[in-house]
C-alpha cells in the first residue's frame, strides 16, 4: 500500500476513536445524570469500544484489492481483519451485556440485605444467566473464527455427517461438565442456593459468594474461600440459614452443680437478654434439658436475634455473663467431682474394714510413720520412735557393736 492508502486509514481510525470518545464523554458528564446505566458502560466497555472502533475503522478504509500493488499479502490481510472484527465485537457485546445486568444487580443489592428473598434469589438468576449467555456468545464467536478458515469448513461438513455419534462421544466425555451445568440452574431456579445465603456444608460455616455453572464459592467466617463443584450441593445435604428468613434461634449450654438455684439464674438470663441490643424481642428461655452422671446437671438458655451474626455475638456475650454471674454469686455451684463415704451406724469404719489399704499407705508414708495393726494411724513422739534414742544407741542389753 502506499502513503495515500495508510492515510486514509489513518484518518478512518482516528474517526472511530473519536466517536467512541465523544460518546464516552456523553455517558460521564451528561447521561450519567439521567441514565443509571451510563457509567456501568464507561467502566465496562472503555478498552472494548476502542478496540472495536480501531478494527471497524481498518476494515471501512482497507483498499479493495485492485487498489493494491502486491495482491499476494491481500487474502491474509482480509482474513486476520475478519477474525479481528469478529473478536472485538463479540467483546463489546459481552461487555454490553454485563453493564446492562450490573445496573440490575446494583438496583437489587440496595435492597434489604439478607432479609430479601426475593432480590438474592433474581441476583443469583442474573449472574447464571448472564455467564450463560456470555459462554454462548463466546462459543459461537470461536465457531465464526474456525470457520473462516477453509479447512475447517470442510471438517465441519464432515461433522454434520456424523452428528449423532459425535453428540454421544462428546456428551459422554462431558457428563461431569454438563452435570455441573444442570446442577447450576437447578440450584438457581428453584430457590434451594441464593447470593449470600448463610449454609453449613460439611461442617464450614459461611456465606456463599458467587454460584457459576461449575462452582459454588463460600466465603468461610475466617475469611477463606471453600470451592464446592456446584454437584456436590445437588447431591448432599447441608444447611441453609437463610432459605425462609434471616432469624435464627441461638443457645448456650451450661453444666453446672445441681445446687445451682435455676429460677435466679432464670431470673439473671431474662434480665440480661431483654436489655441486649442484638435481641429481636422474640423469645428467651432457660431449661434444665438434661441430668447427667457424676452430679452435674445441664442447661440450655436460649434466645432469638435477627441474623447468625447477631446470634454468634449474643450467645458469646451471654455465656461470658453467666460464668461470671455463676462464679461470684454461687461458686459452690460450679462444676464439681465429689466423693461420699456413707455407712450406717454400728458398721465398722473404713479404716477398721480396709486397715492396708492402698490409700493409707500412702498417707502413712507422706507423714513418715507405720500404722497400727487396728488401722489407726501412730503419731511419733519428739524424742523419735519407741524404743530408740537420739544419739542412735537402743535399751539393748547389747554392746551396741
Not at 472511530?16 to 460521564?28: D, I, K, Q, R, Y
Not at 430457590?191 to 449470600?196: A, K
Amino acid at each position: 500500500m502506499d502513503a495515500a492508502q495508510w492515510t486514509v486509514i489513518g484518518v478512518s481510525v482516528a474517526i472511530s476513536v473519536l466517536l467512541v470518545t465523544v460518546v464516552h464523554w456523553l455517558l460521564t458528564h451528561q447521561l450519567s445524570k439521567v441514565w443509571q446505566v451510563a457509567p456501568l458502560l464507561v467502566r465496562r466497555c472503555r478498552y472494548s469500544a476502542y478496540a472495536a472502533a480501531i478494527v471497524v475503522g481498518v476494515n471501512i478504509a482497507r483498499p479493495d484489492k485492485t487498489e493494491m500493488k502486491d495482491t499476494a499479502l491481500y487474502p491474509v490481510i482480509q482474513h486476520v481483519l475478519a477474525i479481528a472484527m469478529i473478536i472485538t465485537l463479540t467483546w463489546l457485546a459481552i461487555t454490553i451485556a454485563y453493564a446492562i445486568t450490573d445496573s440490575v444487580l446494583e438496583r437489587l443489592s440496595n435492597s434489604n440485605g439478607d432479609a430479601d428473598r426475593r432480590a438474592r434469589r433474581l441476583q443469583t438468576q442474573v449472574r447464571l444467566l448472564r455467564r450463560i449467555v456470555a459462554t454462548v456468545i463466546a462459543v459461537i464467536a470461536t465457531a465464526a473464527v474456525l470457520f473462516t478458515f477453509d479447512s475447517v469448513k470442510l471438517l465441519g461438513a464432515g461433522l454434520l455427517t456424523s452428528a449423532g455419534l459425535i453428540g454421544i462421544v462428546a456428551g459422554v466425555a462431558a457428563q461431569s461438565t454438563l452435570g455441573n451445568l444442570f446442577a447450576g440452574l437447578q440450584l438457581a431456579f428453584s430457590d434451594s442456593l441464593r447470593i449470600n445465603d448463610i449454609v453449613v456444608f460439611e461442617g464450614n460455616w459461611g456465606r456463599i459468594e458467587e454460584l457459576s455453572l461449575t462452582n459454588v464459592t463460600v466465603r468461610l467466617w475466617d475469611e477463606r474461600r471453600l470451592v464446592v463443584p456446584v454437584s456436590h450441593f445437588t447431591g448432599n445435604a447441608f444447611e441453609n440459614w437463610t432459605k425462609e428468613s434471616t432469624s435464627i434461634t441461638g443457645w448456650v449450654m451450661l453444666r453446672v452443680d445441681w445446687s445451682i438455684p435455676i429460677e435466679r439464674l432464670r431470673a439473671e438470663v431474662g434480665d440480661f437478654v431483654t436489655s441486649h441490643p442484638l435481641w429481636d424481642g422474640r423469645r428467651w428461655s432457660l431449661q434444665a434439658t438434661d441430668i447427667l452422671e457424676g452430679g452435674l446437671v445441664e442447661l440450655r438458655a436460649v434466645a432469638t436475634t435477627a441474623d447468625s451474626d447477631a446470634r454468634w455475638d449474643l450467645c458469646c456475650d451471654l455465656r461470658e455473663h453467666l460464668i461470671s454471674f455463676i462464679t461470684t454469686h454461687y461458686p459452690d455451684s460450679l462444676p464439681r467431682r465429689r466423693t461420699e463415704f456413707v455407712f450406717r451406724e454400728g458398721e465398722e469404719a473404713y479404716a477398721e474394714i480396709f486397715p492396708d489399704s492402698a490409700f493409707r499407705r500412702a498417707r502413712a508414708r507422706s507423714h513418715g510413720t507405720g500404722g497400727a495393726p487396728d488401722g489407726s494411724l501412730r503419731e511419733e513422739s519428739s524424742e523419735g520412735p519407741e524404743g530408740s534414742r537420739p544419739d542412735g544407741s537402743d535399751d539393748g542389753d547389747g554392746d551396741g557393736t
